[in-house]
Structure formats: structure tokens, C-alpha cells
């Protein structure tokens, strides 16, 4: 049977991996190949890089990042951050890297995920949406999460889904950072609701959030960031864990 | 020397960093010449297949494939595109393993079918030397190849399709060994060593 799948999230500004809360106090925390060795040795099913850099190099350092990373592991991995026409996916795709995570270039262009999804198939399309309740609804947000728009979440992960994307990683703004687990009554809603495989992010803060996430609302992969990164909880005792209480998992 | 076939629809990169890994001679190309002077050939796959039928065509190795008497690896869809039939775009594949590639039932199961799945080996082959049943390998497909008499392992699905295939000279995993850590590497190195 299919496993579910354990992806730590690294945040890459200038080529170097950095660390911090919401954006804010940020550290450098190392090599992006490193690190990505590092998380593959201790059991990582997946790797995801967002890149958060602000500047015009952007591209080029993004690509030689790209290359770099996938000369040291063999695990899959997504590349995310500003990409938003089909030669930047061909860049990164052809520098090594397995899928791209797209996010307000599609809010912009729906078209885009088409393109790309016809193009370099659509296993190889994540759409990242991030969502907030605003006391009625569950509106998307785009920009790294400081514009709202007017599409609502659950439609638009649908219409991402018809449209072509292989994947959808869910991102709760109201959970991000909380520690309080994942946004679990949403993503129980989307997996019944879309049939492409839906990876979880925003709010893990403990072992018994990823098995909800995976028991509960019948996702196919948990991302976490700061978990991870600030040794908070081992991959490998997380996985055992995950084992123990019957969720298919590779070990 | 190996050739790596990059036919423009491939993961060529991947690929070529595990060949590199395995420190082995290799040169990506899409020359016959060049082709036909190697001693293996590994042909990748990522995409759609109808797309990928026509470039092979493009680049006159559509028959030459089909002919061919070395040892030939296709991964992912290059070992769908040596079914008979693709039902993605409708389209005439190589021929060298029967019956028709098909889509997941995405009433039955998550499509793509995404992550690491395990194989259970159901025929001796090369290939699977020091790979046990139960291993897990990466894969990332939409379609698959109905079991037949040349399956050498099944995966499990919500149907059980073929995750590697041989026939002669001819191979084919489904999933993506480049991808698929120590055990892929040893599956790539066992296509070379053995083969």
C-alpha cells in the first residue's frame, strides 16, 4: 500500500537555509545541501524548499540551489517561491528538482496550472493554497500570506485540482505557528472532496497532530517546519510512532 | 558507456546524479549513432505519452527502439511507452510488452498515485538481486500497465499493476529508481553490473 508521507519545509533567503517564527527573527541555519542530507538520512519522505528571497538574482540562485541539492540526495523534492511562468519550471525542473509548488502565480493566471500540468505533467504541479476563516468563510490568501482575495478555499482547491494540479498543500494561517495541530476539519472536507493527494500544513506541534491529520482527515502527507528544524521531534520517532498506531509508513 | 536518452520528455537530471553517484560512464543523448555505440540504454519518462511518442518520432528513435538488442532501462513512462497502447492521448506505443497502459479510477483511489509504495517481486530477475519483496520504491504516475506474463513485480494501488516489467533485452519500472534512495541506486547499479 501506498505510505503516507513526512515532508519537512526549508525556507531558503540567499541560498542559505533560515529559521525563525512568522517570518520574523530570522537565523541562518545552515546549507541548504546539508540540511536536505541531513533530513533525507534521518527518514524525510520529501523534501520542500521555499524560497523567500526578495531580489532580482532570485532565479539563478534558486536554479544552482536546485542543482546542488539534487546532487546529493535521492529523495524527491519541491521547489516554491515566486515562480510564476513556465520557463522558471522548466529551469528547476531541468536543475533536478521533482515538482514546483505554486501559489499566487496561479491565483493570478488559473490558466498557468493548465499549461504546466500539460507540459511537464501533473505530477510535477503542486498547488499551495493558504487559508484563513474570517468568522464565516475560509477565504485564500496569497503573497506569503498578507494579500486576501476574493476566491473562497474549498473552491478553489477543487477548481486547482480540475485544473490540472497533481497535488494540494493546504496551508492554515489560523493554525500556522500555533502548535495547536493541523486545520483538521478542513482538510477532512478537501480529501473527500478532491481526488488528488492533499498535503497537510500549519499547526503541527506534536506526534498525535500528524496521526490525526493522517487518521482523521485521511491526508496523504504531513509538512512541518520548526518541529523539525529546532529538534523538537525526530523524524524517525515520529515515524515509529506513526507506525505503532497503524498508519502505513516507511521506515 | 551508457546512453542516457533525452528525448525532451524526460528527468534526465536525476538520473545522470545517480549515474554519477555510481561513478558510471554515461552520455545523455538523442543521437543514434551515439545510441548505438553504447552498451546499455536507459530511457526515463516524465509526462504525457502521446507528447512523448511524437518527439521519439522527432528524433528517429521510434524504430530504433522498437529493434534494439542491448539491455534497455525505461523508467516511469518510458517503460509505459513500451506497452502496445497508451490510452493517454490515445497513441501507438513501442509495442514490446502487450496490452493497453490505463488510467487510474479516480473513483477508487488518490490520482496521481504519489509517494513510496512497496513492490512485491512476483519473478526472478536481474534486477531485483539483493532487493527483497516489500521494499519501497517513490513513484509519481497517473497510468500504469495492467499485469501480464513479462510483470516481474506488483504494487498495490487499490489495484495491483505492474511496477517492473521484462521481456529480453527489455526492462521497465514504474517507479522512479534515481529517486528511490539506497535501494533505487542498488536497482540502477544491478540494471548495469548484471544486465
Same mark, same amino acid.
Given at each position: 500500500?501506498? $505510505?503516507?508521507?513526512?515532508?519537512? $519545509? ?31 538520512? !534521518? ?41 510564476? !511562468? ?57 503573497? *506569503?500570506?498578507?494579500?486576501? @482575495? ?6 478553489? $482547491? ?7 494540479? *497533481? !497535488? ?24 473527500? @472532496? ?49 507506525? !505503532? ?7 | ?28 543523448? /538523442? ?22 511518442? /511524437? ?16 539491455? &534497455? ?34 473513483? /477508487? ?11 512485491? &517481486?512476483?519473478?526472478?530477475? /536481474? ?69
Amino acid at each position: 500500500m501506498l $505510505c503516507k508521507r513526512i515532508i519537512p $519545509c526549508l525556507d531558503v533567503k540567499d541560498g542559505r537555509v533560515v529559521k525563525g517564527t512568522n517570518f520574523i527573527n530570522l537565523i541562518d541555519a545552515g546549507s541548504p545541501v546539508e540540511l536536505a542530507e541531513r533530513y533525507s538520512k !534521518e527518514g524525510a519522505d520529501e523534501l520542500v524548499f521555499l524560497d523567500i528571497t526578495a531580489s532580482a538574482e532570485k532565479r539563478k540562485t534558486l536554479v544552482s540551489l536546485v542543482s546542488d541539492v539534487a546532487k546529493a540526495i535521492r529523495i524527491p523534492f519541491t521547489v516554491g517561491g515566486g515562480i510564476s !511562468e513556465l520557463g522558471d519550471i522548466e529551469a528547476l525542473l531541468k536543475a533536478g528538482a521533482d515538482k514546483v509548488s505554486l501559489n499566487s502565480s496561479i491565483v493570478k493566471d488559473h490558466n498557468l496550472i493548465t499549461q504546466a500540468a500539460r507540459r511537464f505533467g501533473s505530477q510535477a504541479v503542486v498547488a499551495a493554497i493558504d487559508i484563513k476563516f474570517n468568522g464565516s468563510q475560509y477565504k485564500v490568501y496569497v503573497k *506569503g500570506g498578507r494579500e486576501e @482575495t476574493e476566491l473562497l478555499g474549498m473552491e478553489w $482547491c477543487k477548481l486547482a485540482a480540475d485544473l490540472g494540479a *497533481g !497535488e494540494i498543500l493546504l496551508t492554515s494561517m489560523d493554525k500556522d505557528g500555533t502548535k495547536e495541530g493541523y486545520d483538521v476539519d478542513f482538510l477532512k472536507e478537501l480529501t473527500s @472532496t478532491v481526488t488528488v493527494p492533499v498535503i497537510a500544513s500549519g499547526g503541527a506541534g506534536k506526534k498525535e497532530d500528524f496521526l490525526e491529520a493522517f487518521k482523521y482527515a485521511n491526508v496523504d502527507a504531513c509538512l512541518a517546519a520548526s518541529l523539525f528544524h529546532f529538534d523538537i521531534l525526530k523524524i524517525k520517532e515520529l515515524k515509529l510512532y506513526l507506525k !505503532e498506531n497503524n498508519i502505513t509508513i516507511r521506515i | 558507456m551508457i546512453a542516457l536518452i533525452d528525448y525532451g520528455a524526460g528527468n534526465v537530471a536525476s538520473v545522470a546524479n545517480a549515474l554519477t553517484v555510481l561513478e558510471e560512464d554515461f552520455k545523455i543523448t /538523442k543521437n543514434e549513432t551515439e545510441i548505438c555505440r553504447a552498451s546499455k540504454i536507459i530511457f526515463p519518462g516524465v509526462g504525457e505519452a502521446s507528447f512523448a511518442i /511524437k518527439q521519439l518520432h522527432m528524433a528517429n528513435l521510434f524504430s530504433l527502439l522498437r529493434m534494439v538488442k542491448k539491455p &534497455i532501462l525505461g523508467i516511469c513512462l518510458g517503460m509505459q511507452l513500451m506497452a502496445d497502447h497508451s490510452t493517454e492521448g490515445g497513441v501507438t506505443c513501442l509495442g514490446i510488452f502487450p496490452g493497453t497502459v490505463e488510467k487510474f479510477d479516480p473513483a /477508487k483511489t488518490k490520482v496521481p498515485h504519489m509517494g513510496w509504495n512497496d513492490i512485491e &517481486i512476483t519473478s526472478e530477475s /536481474k534486477l531485483f538481486r539483493d532487493i527483497k519483496s516489500g521494499e519501497y520504491f517513490y513513484f509519481a504516475n497517473s497510468y500504469y500497465v495492467p499485469v501480464s506474463e513479462y510483470t516481474t513485480s506488483i504494487t498495490d494501488n487499490n489495484i495491483k499493476f505492474s511496477s517492473a516489467m521484462e521481456k529480453g533485452n527489455y526492462y521497465g519500472v514504474q517507479f522512479h529508481p534515481e529517486k528511490s534512495g539506497d535501494a533505487g541506486l542498488k536497482l540502477l547499479k544491478n540494471f548495469i553490473e548484471l544486465c
